[in-house]
Every structure is written in C-alpha cells, then in structure tokens.
C-alpha cells in the first residue's frame, strides 16, 4: 500500500535500528528533525517505486553508520525479474502497465520507477559513518552530553555519572532510568578487563553445505590459522538482516583463516555488537565487531575480549 506522511520537529534517538527507515511506495517529508544515536544509522531508503522523499532542515549526527543511505542502484532498477513476473498483476493496478507488457522492459526502465529523494543542502550531517567505537570511547566525548538525550547539562548543573562505571554521564535521575536497559549490559565492560569463554563446537560434516562469502571480503580464508598461546583476531557479526533487537539470537564468529567459525548465543556480546559494531555489507540492520581472542582449556575454547575492541578488519 501507497503511504503518505509528514515528520515534522521530532528529536529521533537511541533506537537499535535506523532513525527513520523508510519502506517502498512511502511519500514522505521528513523536516526538521533531530536524528542521532541510533545504532544502525540515521535515514535509509528502501526501493520507493513512485513515492518521493522531500528531506530537509534535519539534524543527523553521532552515528557509527550513514547519515542517509540509499539502496545501491542495482536494487533500484529492479534487477530481480523473478519478483517482477511475481508481482506483475500488481504493477498493472497500480502503475497501469498493460497487461501483455514484457518485464525485460520493466527491467530496462526499473530506475524510471524508483525515485531519488529530495535532499536539501539544508539539513546538517556531523560525526556519522564514525565505525566500531567502544563504549568507553563513546562515553569520552570532548563535550560531555548525557548519554541518553545528548543533551549538555542547564546551567548551575552538573551531569551525574553512573555509580558504577563512572563513565556515563546524564542530566539526573529520569535520564539514567531511560538508559538503563541499554546501558546495564555494557556497565561492568566499561569498569575494567572483561572476557567472555565460548565453546568451540565440534565441526559439522555436512558437504552440502557451502559457505559464501561477499567478495568485497579480503583474504577471506587465506591467512595461517591462530596459534594456542597467542592473541589472534575474531570477526563477530549478529544475526539476520531486518531482525529485531534479539539478545537471545545467534551470533556467527570466524576468524581470517576460518579454523574458527561457528555460532553462539550471548546476549552481553550481541548487545556490544549493537552498541559498538557496524553495518554489514548491505547496510541494513545486521552488524559486526572485531575482537581480540585467544585459545582456552587445551583448544576446546576461545576467550574473547571485550574491554577493548581489536582494529576494525577488511574481512
């Protein structure tokens, strides 16, 4: 269904997934906004057929995604003519495309169908695509704000730190009550050294199975396997892309030479990923954090590192 809708002056923030997303055949006019600090990004627009965008006088900053991110044009012309010939009786309803049309042509005119949004130079973009942070970098700004509305204290006051990891600043009492559920998983990171241990599973024997990569990966699989005793480099990323904030869902590690690669389920590190990690390849909503491991109890386990993140990965 076609939507139309205004969103005028609201302040958009902490949300696990994107500021505002916005979902095929939408007209909307997104004006005078105040978007920051959510997890994935600030505005991402999906395939939008006929529906157009107007952005303007917004405000979008502090995230570790984009500030606006577009479908990649490959999605927007329509490549995919499984889900044309699929949709095709509805494409006739609503775009009044005979009923005898070829798809190939659809598939040669597909950007006709997707507008571009509208993007005034006078919306203000600062601190975005800022990449994996740990918290304690985030908790560190060169102006402290509350960690939970960002904004800076009324004069004659001061912020109020987090009794317990002394790194989190907010306004008062109302703020700290907000964030809490966010901010809890996180607290005893930002106190000091923490590892988490995890099972290695034996490995599944099932040839059918083949594991694909997206090829803008690096050396993917080609570089010497991590040696019991030494530090070695770990990519966690979360679960399934469109999947909703899920502690309890299955988080996928590997590492360059894929000797280790496995799931699990912890919902402390799945909270750090979505606290500190970034956008996987398609910009979505599934993240990824890299971390420093090391083997534990004769190989059988890993340790992984979570009061310091390793250095941001090509793989």
Not at 150 to 163: D, F, N, T, Y
Request: proline residues 6%; contains cysteine; aromatic residues 10%.
């Amino acid at each position: 269904m076609a939507s139309k809708a205004a969103l005028k002056g609201n302040r958009i923030h902490n949300n696990w997934f994107w500021g505002v997303m916005i979902q095929r055949m939408s007209t909307i006019c997104i004006i005078g906004n105040y978007i920051f600090q959510n997890k994935c990004g600030g505005i991402r627009l999906a395939v939008n057929f006929s529906g157009q965008v107007f952005i303007d006088s917004n405000t979008v900053k502090n995230h570790s995604g984009p500030a606006l991110h577009l479908q990649p044009d490959e999605v927007l012309q329509l490549s995919k003519l499984g889900w044309i010939e699929e949709k095709k009786e509805f494409l006739e309803k609503a775009y009044n495309f005979p009923s005898d049309i070829d798809p190939q042509l659809i598939l040669k005119a597909g950007s006709l169908y997707s507008a571009p949004p509208i993007v005034t130079n006078r919306n203000t973009l600062l601190l975005n695509n800022l990449g994996q942070q740990h918290p304690k970098e985030q908790s560190k700004p060169l102006v402290k704000l509350c960690a939970y509305c960002h904004e800076k204290p009324q004069r004659g006051r001061k912020l109020q730190r987090c009794v317990d990891c002394k790194q989190a600043y907010y306004c008062g009492k109302t703020c700290s009550q907000l964030h809490w559920s966010k901010h809890k998983p996180i607290c005893s990171i930002l106190k000091g050294q923490h590892f988490f241990t995890v099972k290695i599973p034996p490995p599944i024997q099932d040839f059918l199975i083949v594991r694909g990569f997206e090829p803008s990966l690096i050396n993917i699989g080609n570089s010497p396997p991590p040696k019991c005793g030494e530090d070695f480099i770990i990519k966690i990323q979360s679960g399934d892309e469109f999947m909703r904030y899920n502690p309890n869902a299955l988080l996928s590690v590997y590492d360059q030479s894929l000797t280790i690669d496995f799931q699990f389920m912890q919902p402390d590190i799945y909270h750090l990923i979505m606290e500190c990690g970034v956008l996987c390849h398609k910009k979505l909503s599934c993240k990824k954090v890299f971390c420093w491991a090391a083997y534990a109890k004769k190989g059988k386990y890993i340790r992984i590192r979570t009061d310091v993140l390793a250095p941001f990965q090509t793989w």
